[in-house]
């Protein structure tokens, strides 16, 4: 069964924007928040960002402050990922995550569900 489903990777060049989306259901729309992470070619799935459905309080990775916007629409238990400036050094499979440990730097074990992840190419 789906529970994470995300969309909106492509491929852009450096500098532009790109927003991402996550549908939750079933149990994974249960937990207290979602969470973005991306994973690199030969590096380990690393933090993005973070927010509760509960809260607007926003968690983000130090790479992405200022860059990076994640928002939520409870009505449709979607979560969003808007990515400005962006830069090669951001091309990753971006992965979306729901569980009940939502704060800055969250490592990847704790969240309990998991989306296939979307691919961004940020291109110099």
């Known amino acids: 069964q789906v529970q994470l489903l995300e969309s909106g990777g492509g491929l852009v060049q450096a500098g532009g924007s790109l927003r991402l989306s996550c549908v939750a259901s079933?149990?994974?729309?249960?937990?207290?928040?979602m969470a973005w992470f991306r994973q690199a070619p030969g590096k380990g799935r690393e933090f993005v960002a973070a927010?509760?459905?509960?809260?607007?309080?926003?968690y983000y990775a130090d790479s992405v402050k200022g860059r990076f916007t994640i928002s939520r629409d409870n009505a449709k238990n979607t979560v969003y990922l808007g990515m400005n400036s962006l830069k090669p050094e951001d091309t990753a499979v971006y992965y979306c995550a729901a569980g009940n440990r939502i704060f800055a730097g969250v490592p990847s074990s704790g969240m309990d569900y998991w989306g296939k992840g979307t691919l961004v190419t940020v291109s110099s």
């Open positions: 079933g149990r994974a729309s249960s937990r207290s928040g």
């Open positions: 927010i509760r459905w509960s809260s607007s309080n926003q």
